[in-house]
């Protein structure tokens, strides 16, 4: 069934030209939170979570911010909805963090000793050969 | 019992609490900017379970993390590392080195003696400075084996991460970026494998211990000749710049020394005390430890004095008196007497020597 919307109002125009996409990805997102856990990590389960988060959020930010194809209004209306999440964008508008995988690989109160996840360290700067993939969201390296 | 951290503190073995690990050098690892973390009371010490501060920091790239798993009141107790039970100057089980110090350590393994015990350590490390070992193991004189089996060097394989069970099975889907080891697990039949840590704390069935002492047995000893008269001792590996004043330099603080003749064509000396005992003493500290000038000398018991003044002789002349004494029919067996070395059976022709 189509998603919820939270305003009682109509979505403004232009909303049926980016709804078959975002319903796509809302459905591989349902797919996502009931995939089973056999085989996988604890950890592992929730990486497809987070990347379809990004996808989303994505798709918006490029919409308005790089290729102008939606207008002010829905964008805002995509935000309000939470359709895209607006503290990731903010971050994304940041220099150094516009690749940003997810917001839990930034929150240094997550680490043991105040850090960034491992994925935030660029690829020249970490130790040539190694392949990280972050226990947050199975990132493989977000900056560099 | 230490289970609660309760009211009553007095007279009871308390919880511990502490700033910083006791730990050995490979255990810290090669990185002098280890970070590292504690935990207050985090878990239970795995030889007397009382809770106790944890430590826990990785010693480099590519080890597994470690922490500390005895407390630190134990650990002081034997001298040992807290991550890893072995000795904190000589890397050596604790029942290597308790074997080598003739230590007998009797700590009480059951709850209330135990806890007794540990309660009046605790207050005599409490009372004592901080950096020298207490209890049975103050005091002692580094014994000779304990040098030769210690470790000199650090030994990083030991913070290598565990084995990828999921890659024995076949099974790792992490491939490259797998933490773990991806290598053949040891032999489940070879005795090293079943380790038990309170075993290693108190020095009992050891295998690594065993396989130490073992290991020890086997090096190469000098013993001492069943003759008692004999008191010389055989010294080769002489170079050119080794003089006769400085063996007696080296060899009067064993005892009087009675004569030392160089023979330097063949790189020897002969160095004869007045009295066996302080002969003994010479060749147990000199044998494969003395260096004179650089040179590593190789010590060996000489022969009695009477003996020993045929060697002066060359060898050919002894072989000529042997020849004498005993050419009769076609083959004969001469058994010579070699300089510092044991006799040397060789069969000859009579035709060869007989003159």
């Not at chain 1, 690749?99 to 690829?123: A, E, H, M, S, Y």
């Not at chain 2, 022969?303 to 045929?310: I, K, L, M, P, V």
């Amino acid at each position: 069934m189509p998603k919820i919307k939270r305003s009682r109002k109509p979505p403004p125009e232009g909303w049926e030209l980016i709804e078959p996409t975002i319903d796509e990805l809302d459905a591989k997102m349902r797919e996502a939170e009931t995939d089973p856990h056999e085989g996988k990590r604890k950890v592992e389960a929730m990486w497809p979570i987070f990347r379809l988060h990004h996808q989303k959020s994505r798709y918006i930010y490029d919409l308005f911010y790089r290729r102008k194809a939606i207008s002010r209004e829905l964008y805002e209306y995509c935000l309000k909805e939470n359709i895209a999440d607006k503290n990731l964008i903010a971050k994304w508008k940041k220099q150094g963090y516009e690749n940003l995988c997810c917001l839990r690989c930034i929150q240094t109160r997550d680490t043991n000793f105040g850090t960034n996840c491992i994925c935030r360290v660029p690829k020249p700067k970490l130790e040539s050969g190694k392949i990280v993939e972050c226990i947050h969201c199975g990132c493989r390296g977000c900056s560099g | 019992m230490a289970t609660s951290k309760g009211a009553n503190t007095y007279n009871r073995q308390n919880w511990e609490e502490s700033e910083f690990p006791l730990l050995c050098q490979t255990c810290l690892g090669d990185n002098p900017y280890v970070r590292m973390m504690k935990e207050k009371h985090g878990k239970e010490c795995k030889t007397c379970n009382r809770p106790f501060t944890v430590f826990r920091w990785c010693p480099g790239a590519r080890m597994r993390f470690k922490k500390t798993e005895v407390c630190q009141t134990c650990s002081q107790m034997k001298n040992i590392c807290q991550t890893c039970l072995l000795d904190l100057e000589y890397g050596l089980p604790v029942q290597v080195r308790d074997a080598a110090l003739r230590v007998q350590d009797s700590l009480p393994k059951s709850d209330v003696n135990k806890e007794f015990y540990m309660q009046n350590v605790e207050r005599e490390i409490e009372n004592s400075d901080g950096t020298n070992p207490v209890g049975a193991i103050a005091n002692k004189v580094p014994s000779d084996m304990l040098l030769k089996l210690a470790r000199t060097s650090p030994y990083y394989k030991r913070n290598r991460p565990h084995i990828c069970s999921f890659w024995v099975k076949g099974e790792c889907k992490r491939g490259e970026e797998c933490p773990y080891r991806h290598d053949k697990p040891t032999d489940p039949d070879d005795p090293l494998a079943n380790q038990n840590i309170k075993d290693r704390f108190y020095g009992t069935n050891d295998p690594v211990a065993d396989k130490l002492l073992r290991r020890y047995q086997d090096m190469p000893k000098l013993e001492p000749p069943e003759d008692e008269t004999v008191t010389t001792l055989y010294v080769g590996g002489l170079s050119e710049a080794i003089e006769v004043d400085d063996l007696k330099n080296h060899f009067y603080q064993f005892g009087e020394i009675r004569s030392v003749n160089v023979v330097q064509k063949q790189q020897c000396a002969f160095v004869q005390f007045t009295s066996r005992t302080s002969a003994e003493a010479a060749a147990e500290k000199s044998f494969n430890k003395l260096i004179l000038k650089g040179q590593r000398l190789s010590i060996k018991w000489g022969r009695s004095q009477g003996q020993q003044q045929s060697t002066k002789k060359d060898d050919e002349e002894e072989m000529s008196e042997h020849q004498r004494g005993q050419c009769r029919g076609k083959f004969f067996i001469s058994i010579h007497r070699e300089r510092g070395k044991g006799p040397r059976v060789s069969v000859h022709d009579s035709s060869d020597l007989c003159t």
